[in-house]
């Protein structure tokens, strides 16, 4: 099995740099063209991208904790990454366990547990993950010769039990390993986790300038047989060089950093960072900021014109694969209410049941991962019928058929259907 290693935030520059001096090792560096990357490398098909979980462990106690998550999304085609990173104390629902802290789905049952969370919650796949270890880190810091970074304030904390001692102070400075890692762990402030994922961030940013540097090429080889050695993953070494070749291609402005959108809140005495996971689907897929807006919260639905829908009964009859319906929203009935409306317009449902969680704040459709031709027009159809957004339209192993998952905006949902089934 794999070795367990540590901090998130830092793995795709790590990652870049180890198998980019492998790389040079060999002459091989060129970039490769985005067909050869999804040839090779297994990504999202619906969107051309490749989704990896980047988990950071920590020792504490003699047990293991995901102390730092992300989730990085690549699109190949446009040359993007995005990073975001997920607060350790974002509610979730665990599978079979109930609403907890996400950092506890890797405590519970391993990367298995989290990564199922992480695509339950985020209703998005992933194709591979990367685990890295706190004891690590320091050497590949001093490695690539420390990093240059404005400190914004005096850091200082003190645990005598855990042995953890940071006293670094505020002003531009090159910080070694050891203050690189406190530097990346310190939290004790007014934004407690959320500054401390900033900070990650910031150095992700000073660590990836410094490794497109001139005078750091010479130093990759050695890097990559340091690096190679501290992290894990399901993706081969030769995957790894090959994406991480076309990462270092990609000019600094094309990554883009950000922390899970939400605000923190104490539910039954805990603290929590209650994420809102449709702000983080803009963010990640690169919609706008504005597209779609929450329903008003008073639950009212605005009166609509007259919706059309060319050719509404040959798209209804094109419907030819079985159709399921899940309570997203957790309103009792609702599962029922959908199914009810959607056979009004003639469309059998299946299927009915509750999502994995009610947090989805808009109605999606979901399709299995290998799901065929016929399966793929038939959630296409109901997104159409729905009006439901295309980037609403994604695929998950936790499907069987063509999946409508029911967010809060179903008020206008229902209301739509409603108006289409008066027009047949």
């Known amino acids: 099995m794999m070795r367990v290693l540590r901090i998130a935030a830092m793995l795709l520059l790590i990652m870049g740099a180890a198998f980019a001096g492998a790389a040079l090792k060999v002459k091989t560096f060129v970039e490769p063209k985005p067909q050869t990357i999804k040839e090779s490398i297994s990504f999202t098909e619906d969107s051309g991208t490749?989704?990896?979980?980047?988990?950071?462990?920590?020792?504490?106690?003699?047990?293991r904790?995901?102390?730092a998550i992300a989730f990085a999304t690549v699109d190949i085609d446009e040359k993007i990454v995005r990073l975001m990173s997920i607060p350790r104390d974002t509610r979730v629902q665990l599978p079979k366990r109930g609403w907890d802290k996400i950092a506890h789905a890797y405590a519970y049952g391993g990367v298995d547990l989290l990564r199922e969370t992480v695509?339950?919650?985020l209703g998005?796949?992933?194709?591979?993950?990367?685990?890295?270890?706190?004891?690590?880190?320091?050497?590949?810091?001093?490695?690539?010769?420390?990093v240059e970074i404005d400190v914004p304030k005096h850091?200082?904390?003190n645990d005598y039990s855990g042995k953890l001692f940071i006293n670094i102070k505020k002003g531009p400075q090159v910080l070694d390993g050891k203050n690189a890692l406190h530097y990346v762990r310190f939290r004790h402030d007014a934004q407690g986790d959320i500054g401390r994922v900033k900070r990650q961030q910031d150095f992700?940013?000073?660590?990836?300038?410094?490794?497109?540097s001139p005078y750091m090429i010479p130093k990759l080889p050695e890097l990559a047989g340091r690096v190679i050695d501290m992290i894990n993953s399901d993706m081969t070494p030769a995957q790894g060089l090959?994406?991480?070749?076309?990462?270092?291609s990609m000019p600094g402005e094309n990554f883009h950093f950000f922390t899970l959108p939400g605000k923190a809140a104490y539910i039954s005495n805990l603290s929590y960072w209650v994420g809102d996971t449709m702000a983080a689907s803009e963010l990640l897929t690169g919609i706008p900021e504005g597209h779609g807006e929450m329903p008003p919260e008073n639950g009212e639905v605005e009166k609509s014109t007259a919706i059309e829908v060319p050719g509404l009964q040959l798209l209804i009859s094109s419907i030819n694969t079985p159709v399921a319906v899940l309570n997203g929203a957790g309103a009792s009935g609702l599962g029922k209410t959908m199914a009810t409306a959607l056979q009004k317009l003639g469309i059998d449902v299946h299927h009915i049941g509750n999502a994995?969680?009610?947090?989805?704040?808009?109605?999606?459709?979901?399709?299995?991962?290998?799901a065929g031709e016929q399966v793929i027009e038939t959630g296409n159809t109901l997104a159409l019928l729905l009006g439901v957004s295309p980037r609403l339209v994604s695929r998950t192993p936790n499907v069987s058929h063509a999946t409508i998952v029911i967010g809060k905006d179903n008020p206008s949902v229902l209301k739509r259907l409603e108006e289409l089934a008066g027009q047949r």
């Not at 490749?50 to 047990?63: P, S």
């Not at 992700?204 to 497109?212: G, N, P, S």
């Not at 090959?242 to 270092?248: K, N, T």
């Open 50 to 63: 490749i989704n990896i979980l980047l988990i950071g462990i920590d020792d504490v106690d003699g047990g």
């Open 119 to 121: 695509v339950n919650y």
């Open 204 to 212: 992700i940013k000073a660590v990836l300038q410094k490794l497109q």
């Open 356 to 370: 994995r969680h009610f947090d989805y704040r808009y109605t999606s459709i979901h399709l299995p991962d290998k």
């Open 242 to 248: 090959q994406l991480a070749s076309y990462l270092v």
């Open 65 to 67: 904790r995901a102390d």
């Open 155 to 157: 850091m200082v904390y």
């Open 124 to 146: 998005r796949p992933i194709n591979y993950h990367v685990l890295v270890n706190y004891d690590t880190f320091p050497a590949i810091v001093n490695l690539i010769g420390g």
